[in-house]
């Protein structure tokens, strides 16, 4: 990992390079990770920082979590393309398919975690295919890897919707529960049931 993570913070290989002040790898548990969530993209804090979910939002997250028993330790945090976009734009299409083949595959390759938890639309649909995180939230499905998911909203949309904030708590909840059920079973019979 720690060959990846150098090769992501001198990566020129998309346009997001040139506005970047650091690109943000990723942190947290390296061994034994059985949860892995993924957002979107850097921001302005995270850009500076060189570390995924410090802004606002990333305090929401750590609260989440922990209220559903976890910490930013005990899991692995990064985001679908490493650098933040200019005025935090969506990342575009092919920035997404760069990033992805080359660092966040290589991630979850490195990792193996049971569950990758996406967090908001970017990421939901790199996994899957479909955006409409309506539908998505809160019920697991599988990556398009063969991963354990559970999508959730971004923090981020907590801010804009409060009514949110209870759903992405709920979700977040739902993971030791899911991790247990994930530990024990043959991975294909889990998807019942979540
Ligand atoms: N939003 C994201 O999607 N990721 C971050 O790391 C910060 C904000």
């Known amino acids: 990992m720690e060959k990846l993570d150098s090769m992501i913070y001198s990566?020129?290989?998309?346009?997001?390079?040139?506005?970047?002040?650091?690109?943000v790898p990723g942190t947290g548990l390296l061994e034994n990770v059985e949860v892995v969530l993924v957002g979107e993209a850097p921001g302005r804090n995270e850009d500076l920082e060189g570390k995924p979910f410090v802004g606002s939002g990333g305090k929401l997250l750590d609260e989440l979590?922990?209220?559903?028993?976890?910490?930013?330790?005990?899991?692995?945090?990064?985001?679908?393309?490493?650098?933040?976009?200019?005025?935090?734009?969506?990342?575009?299409?092919?920035?997404i398919e760069t990033c992805t083949k080359n660092y966040l595959e290589k991630q979850l390759?490195?990792?193996?975690?049971?569950?990758?938890?996406?967090?908001?639309?970017?990421?939901?649909?790199?996994?899957?295919?479909?955006?409409?995180?309506?539908?998505?939230?809160?019920?697991?499905?599988?990556?398009?890897?063969?991963?354990?998911?559970?999508?959730?909203?971004?923090?981020?949309?907590?801010?804009?919707n409060p009514a949110y904030r209870e759903l992405l708590q709920s979700d977040l909840k739902k993971i030791p529960e899911i991790l247990a059920t994930l530990r024990k079973k043959d991975n294909q019979t889990v998807l019942t049931g979540f």
């Open 109 to 160: 390759d490195i990792l193996k975690p049971l569950l990758v938890c996406t967090l908001g639309a970017t990421a939901l649909e790199y996994f899957t295919g479909r955006s409409r995180m309506g539908e998505a939230r809160g019920r697991l499905t599988r990556t398009k890897h063969g991963i354990a998911l559970l999508p959730t909203y971004h923090p981020a949309a907590i801010f804009r």
């Open 11 to 23: 990566c020129k290989l998309c346009k997001l390079a040139n506005g970047r002040t650091n690109a």
């Open 65 to 95: 979590l922990s209220k559903a028993g976890m910490s930013r330790d005990g899991v692995y945090i990064t985001n679908v393309v490493k650098c933040r976009p200019p005025n935090n734009r969506k990342p575009e299409a092919d920035e």
